[in-house]
């Protein structure tokens, strides 16, 4: 089992409509991630946080869920540059202090 | 803004060559890291490094070396390259290892091996 798994879709939606992603990881013990988005043939760039509290920044809404083990991503009012692969991240806040990716999911905004 | 500096885009190297990838990050992060990103994979961590002088195996190491003689510069040599290390090789600072800040970046090197 992968430590950090997500559906890589793609998720295909209208402009305006709501998407969520989910990501779900294996070590109970992880408290701290974060969602990175990469565009095609470009690196990945930190799009935000995710902590117990959750985070919101505008359109975008992360939330953590520690009893079940996973984490999500919320966007609303989808834009054509939302159009991207979304990469969920865990901070392994152990000895090694290593980030693990998410083999990502793609989401695809169309007019 | 924390810049990482790779310096090439693109790469062809035939089989068997050394080939020697350059990272460059300028704000004295400590912590420096390669990565390469293959489909259906996702990033698989290489090598990393905390200090100059100092590296640590990552993930999958079999076939590279890296050398951090510099704090700026890290840079990732594969000793013979081969076919299946075709893939993008991205490089990552910062400036505490994993925590709040997450990674920066480099524009990332696709390496062709013929």
């Known amino acids: 089992r992968k430590e950090v798994e997500q559906d890589p879709g793609p998720f295909n939606v209208p402009e305006g409509a709501t998407v969520a992603f989910n990501c779900t990881y294996s070590?109970?013990?992880?408290?701290?991630f974060f969602w990175y988005r990469q565009d095609c043939r470009k690196e990945p760039k930190l799009l935000m946080s995710v902590y117990s509290s959750g985070n919101e920044d505008g359109r975008f809404t992360a939330q953590l869920n520690r009893a079940s083990q996973y984490i999500s991503l919320l966007i609303r009012d989808s834009k054509l540059s939302d159009s991207a692969t979304y990469l969920c991240?865990?901070?392994?806040?152990?000895?090694?202090?290593?980030?693990?990716f998410g083999s990502g999911t793609r989401l695809l905004v169309r007019p | 803004d924390v810049k990482v500096t790779q310096s090439s885009r693109y790469l062809v190297k035939r089989t068997g060559e050394k080939v020697f990838l350059e990272c460059v990050q300028d704000?004295?992060?400590?912590?420096m890291f390669w990565y390469r990103q293959d489909p259906g994979l996702g990033l698989r961590l290489i090598y990393f490094?905390?200090?100059?002088?100092?590296?640590e195996k990552g993930d999958i190491p079999e076939g590279y070396s890296v050398s951090r003689e510099k704090k700026e510069r890290f840079s990732l040599i594969l000793e013979s390259a081969s076919t299946n290390q075709t893939s993008m090789y991205l490089c990552?600072?910062?400036?505490?290892?994993?925590?709040?800040?997450?990674?920066?970046f480099g524009s990332g090197t696709r390496l062709t091996v013929v």
């Open positions: 990552a600072s910062s400036l505490v290892a994993g925590a709040d800040y997450g990674y920066t």
């Open positions: 704000m004295d992060h400590e912590n």
């Open positions: 070590n109970s013990a992880s408290q701290s």
């Open positions: 490094s905390y200090d100059v002088k100092m590296k």
């Open positions: 991240v865990e901070n392994r806040m152990d000895s090694s202090y290593k980030l693990i």
